[in-house]
């Protein structure tokens, strides 16, 4: 390692949201470790999945040092689907870092542990580094899957709790507003979040973001920031949330009726702030139809206050349908 790597100083860590860079990001550096990503086949379905999955890079002295991706594996965990420093930053604090920023990230989204996979300790020289780091982390052993990746690869399973108290929301992950229950939206709520929509007024759709696969993808890519409101069975109210490392953003916000005027909105636009504020984002953003009275006061009421020194455009780049209330 040259000397200006050497006295590059403290790696600095930072939420990546553009899908290409973070492609981009995950090439450069797992084609740099071929002891541990030699697989083609694995090494570019990494890089595929890192496109959609939260991420982190590490930079040092202007160079990017390494990534990591998480993922949500339940509605408690989050998996640290994958991870990576090129070689020679190794040992400079890069994979320490990255570590612990996804740490503070998933606890502050409500996670209660993380989990890793790796190939066992004892079969291969370079894994066995790779379990020292894991085990220097605090991960502990929770189970090895011997075929799971094939007998000469052991799969090891680690597993660490993560810190309640920084945690966004309470550590039973939910909240109540006036006997209705918010939590943590999950891809099972679908249905009956559709149903919600499609009975609220002034709202608009399309037929792939909104569809049952798009949605799912927004969750994977803001774990902990997208909230349901539950009373029994019936879905009263949702907000899905999410942020780009940069600016939050809030979608599709809406309560039933009947829920109305009773705080429910109100504890779910907390949660879904809590949570960005968790996560480090300094300011949010929404759009409502200007013909949606009752909405755009309720949002004048939360604080949103509107810009009349911009133009909103965008561009579809894929047909899509609209589907309107």
């Given amino acids: 390692m040259n000397e200006e790597k050497r006295s590059a100083g403290a790696p600095r ?5 553009d899908a290409g860079e973070r492609r981009r990001i995950a090439r450069e550096t797992l084609e740099a470790l071929p002891d541990w990503f030699g697989n083609v086949g694995a090494r570019e379905e990494y890089i595929l999945r890192s496109g959609e999955q939260v991420f982190f890079a590490a930079e040092c002295g202007g160079e990017t040092a390494g990534f990591l991706c998480l993922k949500e594996t339940g509605r408690a965990t989050a998996e640290l689907a994958v991870m990576g420093v090129r070689p020679e930053w190794h040992r400079r604090g890069a994979g320490k870092a990255l570590f612990e920023a996804a740490r503070d990230y998933a606890a502050n989204a409500g996670y209660a542990f993380m989990q890793v996979k790796t190939v066992r300790m004892g079969c291969y020289e370079d894994y066995d580094r790779t379990n020292r780091f894991y085990l220097a982390m605090g991960f502990r052993e929770l189970e090895v899957f011997p075929t799971l990746w094939g007998e000469e690869n052991p799969c090891q399973v680690y597993v660490t709790a993560l810190p309640a108290a920084g945690r966004g929301i309470p550590a039973a992950e939910e909240k109540t507003a006036a006997g209705v229950r918010i939590r943590r939206m999950v891809p099972e709520d679908y249905d009956g979040v559709w149903a919600l929509w499609m009975r609220c007024k002034n709202m608009g759709f399309n037929d792939l973001d909104d569809s049952r696969e798009g949605i799912e993808k927004y969750l994977r890519r803001n774990p902990g920031t997208c909230f349901v409101a539950l009373d029994g069975d019936e879905t009263a109210g949702v907000v899905l949330c999410g942020h780009d490392g940069r600016r939050g ?36 953003a929404l759009l409502v139809f200007r013909y949606n009275e009752a909405g755009n006061a309720f949002w004048e009421r939360m604080g949103f206050t509107a810009r009349e020194d911009v133009v909103y455009r965008n561009r579809a780049l894929t047909k899509l349908t609209r589907i309107d209330t």
């Fill in 13 to 17: 860590v930072r939420m990546i949201g």
């Fill in 249 to 284: 953003f809030i979608h599709h916000m809406a309560v039933d009726e009947k829920y109305r005027r009773r705080g429910v909105a109100s504890a779910l636009l907390e949660s879904a702030l809590d949570a960005l504020k968790a996560a480090g984002i300094h300011k949010v």
